[in-house]
């Protein structure tokens, strides 16, 4: 009886004892836009428990770029990955901030069928986009201009929906080209399939993922921004220090076999990594004049307050 007294007071202080920390634990929805290299710094932070380490239960949910940001803004999530929705929303005068950079260049590779060679060449065709005004949208009309061609005109954008629906498209031949992120521009070349231009070769001061986030959730839950930020900028630099494991978790995301194939993607992910997750006002400048262009709304010119807010990322690393 006494044995059985002594166990139930174990298990009674054992239960009251962790309770109080699970309880401590702040649910967070995040919205990424797909399984993605911009994604892996997240990734990382969430099978790390680096999130848990700042108190935060990180819930990632997948959802399109532009519709990502209506849910931000309905408030069904609180921080997107669509960077380039949360720039073109704050540009748009929309209380949205960027605050964590997980790409300083777009990832993103223009992937052809075998028998298109060059973006010329796309003329008459269609290609596949996730959204309609999102960074994939707007990135692809660039590049489409920057060959001579007109967008929506000469070459024509569908929308498709996630990286793994537009290879499937790109695969069945429903569409000439598409945008994608390694490690499927990787893979679809080994296919026979081509890569016909990298998009930090026209837009070099773009992000590719990135935390989104409301100017009310700044101003009211600032404790709560910082602390999700913290834990991603971890993740950003576990990639850059612990490279066994890292490819390791990298292999896993993406259910990657092939040592070879891992260690190529790893290598890509690593020569577009970002310093620390924030960006210069050059940089910033680039990123705001662009989407100024891809909106229609030049002349204006925007501070980079209105759009950015990498204050979150520098008290981190402090």
Known sequence: MRLKSIFLLVVIFSVTAVSPVMAQLKKVRFSVSAASIAEVPFRIANLKGFYRDEGLDVEMIFIRGAVGMQALLGGSVDYTSAS?????????????????????????????QPQIRSVADLKGKQVGISSRGGAIDLLTQLIVQKNGLVPNKDVVSLVIGGQEDTVLA????????ALLTPPRPLIL???GFNR??????????YPSGGIGVT??????????VLAFVKGSVRGLQYARQNRPEAMKILAGYFSIKDQTLTE????????????????????????????QKSLGSTGKEIPTSQVFDF???????R
Do not use: C, H, N
């Open 264 to 291: 190529e993607f790893f290598d890509l992910y690593l020569s577009r990594l970002p310093t620390d997750g924030s960006a210069d006002e050059a940089w910033m400048k680039g990123a705001i004049e662009f989407t």
């Open 84 to 112: 380039g929705s949360t720039i073109a929303a704050a540009v748009r005068g929309i209380p949205v901030k960027l605050v964590f950079i997980a790409s300083a260049k777009p990832q993103f590779d223009l992937i052809a």
């Open 196 to 205: 016909i231009a990298y998009s930090g070769d026209y837009m070099p001061s």
């Open 189 to 191: 070349q080994r296919e």
């Open 311 to 317: 204050s979150f990322v520098q008290k981190a690393l």
């Open 170 to 177: 790109l695969r069945a031949g429903r569409i000439a080209a």
């Open 215 to 224: 100017d009310e959730k700044i101003k009211t839950s600032p404790g709560d």
